[in-house]
């Protein structure tokens, strides 16, 4: 009887493991979604992005696990912060935000705590199966765009003809807005290269305008400004009418220059899209997914970190505790006493 004989590689071969055949059926954008469901995990970047995460933001190895263990440690001795998640993903936020500066980072821990508790009616119960937000949500106002742009920027759309001003107010608008980006936010290759906002004010009306006090969107500015771990790259309005010219004018001089600079306004979508791939955007703007294909895949993704969203809540500051910062002095000078506040 003949006897096969195997050679060393060949023995090799045999032992190593067969590819999985779910996996050699996947599409290149599902398996960057899976990727990317496991980088926001751990917090950690791609390697592809690595050296770009050292040359940008400092990133290195030794920084970070030394920073991560500073902002636990204020965290703990801090005499205010009552509770605050400490998880790597979430202090990343902070720390790929301001470049690894731990003081400045540890500033807008503090700025983000504030404001969530200052004001809960924008930034708290952020429940995607509350009715008025999931009806938002499924109207197609508010969403993030499933493919990045060509620099790896996450891209949100928002489409004000789709939130209804008669049946909705400004404190749900912002909730939904505080939804999406608190489910964006622990993602690291977002912390490192940053957001694109795509803004088409096409069926705004008369009471889109006047949902905002001037007070309130000085405030909320400052809020995303200075309190949210954001690294906004680029924003884009496209089709404001005439009446909404001096609202986000004066919107936009209440933004600090840098962020000024990274603004731009567009007449129509043909002109938009000379800035914007078309591919990644929705169907409806001269992409090939549906928008409601990329509405369903939102409501998913909401669905899975509902628990998250909602656990936001247990994080507390006391704000009678807490010294007064610059953006206490500036909500104290715009919107009135600190003691007038209402505290949740």
């Known amino acids: 009887m003949a006897t096969s004989v195997l050679q060393p590689e060949d023995c090799r071969r045999e032992h190593e493991p067969k590819p999985d055949i779910d ?15 496991k980088e926001r995990e751990t917090g950690e970047l791609p390697p592809e992005l690595r050296e770009r995460a050292r ?50 980072a540890c500033s807008m821990l503090e700025r983000y705590l504030t404001i969530r508790q200052m004001y809960p009616n924008w930034f708290q119960k952020l ?21 990045r742009d060509a620099e790896g920027r996450r891209v949100v759309l928002s489409c004000m003809g789709r939130f209804d001003p008669y049946v909705y107010d400004s404190n749900v608008m912002a909730r939904v807005h505080s939804m999406i980006v608190e489910l964006l936010l622990d993602e690291p290759r977002s912390q490192l290269l940053g ?13 889109h305008v006047s949902l905002w006090s001037l007070s309130d969107v000085r405030i909320m500015l400052n809020c995303i400004q200075n309190s949210t771990p954001m690294r906004h790259k680029r924003t884009h309005f496209v089709n404001i009418p005439h009446y909404g010219v001096k609202f986000f004018e004066f919107a936009i001089s209440l933004l600090s220059d840098k962020l000024k600079d990274r603004v731009m306004f567009h007449r129509t979508s043909d002109e938009l899209v000379k800035y914007v791939d078309p591919s990644i955007l929705p ?31 247990d994080m507390c500051i006391d704000l009678y505790a807490l010294e007064k910062n610059d953006l206490t002095q500036d909500i104290h000078s715009t919107a009135g006493s600190f003691r007038k506040l209402e505290l949740d």
Request: hydrophobic residues 40%; charged residues 35%.
């Open 283 to 313: 169907k409806e703007y001269g992409g090939t997914v549906p928008l409601r294909d990329m509405i369903d895949e939102l409501k998913r993704k909401l669905l899975k970190h509902r628990e998250d969203l909602l656990a936001l809540d």
């Open 127 to 147: 429940d995607p199966l509350d009715p008025k937000i999931a009806a938002i949500i499924d109207a197609g106002y508010l969403v993030p765009l499933p493919k």
């Open 23 to 37: 996996t050699l059926r996947l599409t290149e954008d599902e398996r960057i979604a899976i990727l990317e469901s």
């Open 195 to 207: 957001y694109m906002h795509v803004n088409d004010e096409a069926g705004m009306q008369m009471p």
């Open 55 to 104: 040359v940008d933001i400092r990133e290195e190895v030794a920084l970070r696990e030394h920073a991560l263990s500073q902002m636990r440690h204020f965290i703990e001795k801090h005499p205010a912060i009552k509770k605050c998640r400490t998880d790597t993903p979430f202090l990343l936020r902070f720390l790929r935000t301001k470049k690894y500066s731990i003081p400045q």
